[in-house]
């Protein structure tokens, strides 16, 4: 049977979706092809007592686009998985010299510091800064990196310690971000993507001129 309008593949429970393409070329070279749908993968981590959500933008204005597309998601998402939020920010985005951090327990907390930021220009818990290509300090690389090892071995002082990260990321360090993620399995989840300026950039077109109009012989 051919679908002839978009609908739900159901199938069986248990049951894997599979399906066959194939495709005819003009010369009689033709190709098939059999899918079935991948399994379902389970990433077990613990729950963690703070978490740390970044942005980042090529300017100020993009980066409060970031934060309105991520508080759309955090009213749309309450209960998503905030590790592997975290994870994917961290790992699976590119960060810009403006950067914004937060520190929540949730997506419900990070929604209310980051609309308390957007409406007051500051907020507990959100480090924002515009890297000006700083060095970076050993000492202070030394502390962001000692504090991501107290949160892998303790929950005392979890968030206080994530928050000198956060403040360090805005900052510009390339910390051991990656040992945030060493107890327990993460994967990339579905998030907004980065919000690209809608400018324009057409070829100027030559203005039409118009010839002067003849004037009748007597």
Same mark, same amino acid.
């Given at each position: 049977?051919?679908?002839?309008?978009?609908?739900?593949?159901?199938?069986?429970?248990?049951?894997?979706?599979?399906?066959?393409?194939?495709?005819?070329?003009?010369?009689?070279?033709?190709?098939?092809?059999?899918i079935e749908e991948a399994?379902?993968?389970?990433?077990?981590?613990?729950?963690?007592?703070?978490?740390?959500?970044?942005?980042?933008?090529?300017?100020?204005?993009?980066?409060?686009?970031?934060?309105?597309?991520?508080?759309?998601?955090?009213?749309?998402?309450?209960?998503?998985?905030c590790g592997n939020i975290?994870?994917?920010? &961290?790992?699976?985005?590119?960060?810009?010299?403006? +950067?914004?951090?937060?520190?929540a327990s949730d997506l @419900? /907390? *990070?929604?209310?510091?980051?609309?308390?930021?957007?409406?007051?220009?500051?907020?507990?818990?959100?480090?924002?800064?515009?890297?000006?290509?700083?060095?970076?300090?050993?000492?202070?690389?030394?502390?962001?990196?000692?504090?991501?090892?107290?949160?892998?071995?303790?929950?005392?002082?979890?968030?206080?310690?994530?928050?000198?990260?956060?403040?360090?990321?805005?900052?510009?360090?390339?910390?051991?971000?990656?040992?945030?993620?060493?107890?327990?399995?993460?994967?990339?989840?579905? &998030?907004?993507?980065?919000?690209?300026?809608?400018? +324009?950039?057409?070829?100027?077109?030559?203005?039409? @001129? /118009? *010839?002067?109009?003849?004037?009748?012989?007597?």
């Open positions: 049977m051919v679908n002839t309008e978009l609908k739900e593949w159901k199938v069986k429970p248990g049951i894997k979706r599979r399906a066959a393409l194939s495709s005819f070329g003009a010369t009689g070279t033709n190709a098939h092809m059999v399994p379902e993968r389970t990433l077990e981590h613990q729950e963690k007592p703070a978490y740390l959500f970044v942005l980042s933008a090529r300017n100020e204005e993009g980066l409060q686009k970031q934060v309105e597309q991520f508080i759309t998601y955090c009213e749309r998402e309450e209960s998503g998985d975290s994870f994917t920010l &961290l790992f699976g985005r590119q960060h810009f010299k403006y +950067r914004l951090a937060c520190v @419900v /907390t *990070a929604r209310q510091a980051l609309l308390a930021w957007l409406h007051e220009d500051h907020a507990e818990d959100v480090y924002v800064s515009e890297n000006q290509e700083q060095r970076e300090k050993p000492a202070f690389k030394q502390l962001g990196n000692q504090c991501i090892h107290q949160c892998q071995t303790s929950d005392t002082g979890y968030k206080d310690n994530l928050s000198t990260v956060a403040d360090l990321y805005v900052q510009g360090y390339e910390l051991d971000y990656p040992a945030l993620f060493t107890e327990g399995q993460y994967g990339r989840v579905p &998030l907004p993507t980065y919000p690209f300026s809608p400018d +324009r950039y057409w070829v100027p077109q030559p203005e039409e @001129v /118009t *010839a002067p109009a003849k004037e009748a012989s007597p």
